[in-house]
C-alpha cells in the first residue's frame, strides 16, 4: 500500500485466519481526517455524473454508502445478508473459499432505470460485488460504477466485475 489514505489502515496479519491479511477500516473511519479525506476522494470521483442512488454492502459498505448518500443528497439502499430484510426481497448466492453465502436486497429498493452505485469497504475475489451486481440489476437498477476504499488487486476480483466501471483508492 503506498497511497495516501494507506496510512490510516490497520493491517492485522493471520485475521481471521491463518494466511489472511485483515485491512482493517476501523482505524480509518476512527480518524476525523482520515474518514473526510476517503469521503472527498470518492465524492471527487462522481461529482461529474452523480448516482441517483446508492447501494452499501453489508456491513463496512453501509458506513461510507451512508455518508456518501449525505454529501450527493441521494437515498441509500442496503444490501444485507440473508434473513435481515423484512419486505420482499430479492437474493442471490455465491460461493465462498469454504461454502457459500446470500445477499438479499428489497425488491421494490430501486425504480426502474435509476443508476446506482455500489460501495464496499474491499474487494478481494470479487463474488460480494458480483452478487450486489446482479441483484441491482434484478431489482431493475443500473449499475453506474463499483466502489472500494481498498483493492487487493493479487485476487483479481475485477476479472468478476468485467465491463463495469470499479474504482477503488487503495491498491494492495
Ligand atoms: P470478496 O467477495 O472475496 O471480494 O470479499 C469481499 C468482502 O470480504 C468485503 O465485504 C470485505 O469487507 C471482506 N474481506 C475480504 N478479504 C478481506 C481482507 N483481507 N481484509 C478485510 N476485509 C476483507
Known amino acids: 500500500m503506498s497511497q495516501e489514505l494507506s496510512k490510516y489502515i490497520r493491517v492485522i496479519e493471520d485475521f481471521p485466519k491463518p494466511g489472511i491479511s485483515f485491512k482493517d477500516i476501523t482505524t480509518l473511519i476512527g480518524d ?10 470518492l465524492e471527487a470521483l462522481h461529482k461529474d455524473n452523480p448516482p441517483d442512488v446508492i447501494a452499501g454492502i453489508e456491513s463496512r459498505g453501509f458506513i461510507f454508502g451512508a ?17 435481515k430484510l423484512p419486505a420482499k426481497t430479492f437474493s442471490e448466492t455465491y460461493e465462498l473459499e469454504y461454502g457459500s453465502a446470500t445477499l438479499e436486497v428489497h425488491t421494490d429498493a430501486f425504480e426502474s432505470g435509476q443508476r446506482v452505485l455500489i460501495i464496499d469497504d474491499l474487494l478481494a475475489t470479487g463474488g460480494t ?3 450486489t451486481v446482479r441483484l441491482v440489476e434484478k431489482a431493475g437498477g443500473e449499475v453506474l460504477a463499483l466502489d472500494f476504499v481498498i483493492e487487493l488487486d493479487f485476487l483479481a476480483g475485477r476479472d468478476k466485475l468485467a465491463g463495469y466501471t470499479i474504482y477503488s483508492l487503495v491498491h494492495t
Open 129 to 131: 460485488a458480483a452478487a
Open 67 to 83: 455518508a456518501l448518500a449525505d454529501r450527493f443528497g441521494c437515498g441509500l439502499v442496503l444490501v444485507r445478508k440473508l434473513g
Open 32 to 41: 476525523p481526517e482520515g474518514f473526510q479525506k476517503t469521503l472527498d476522494e
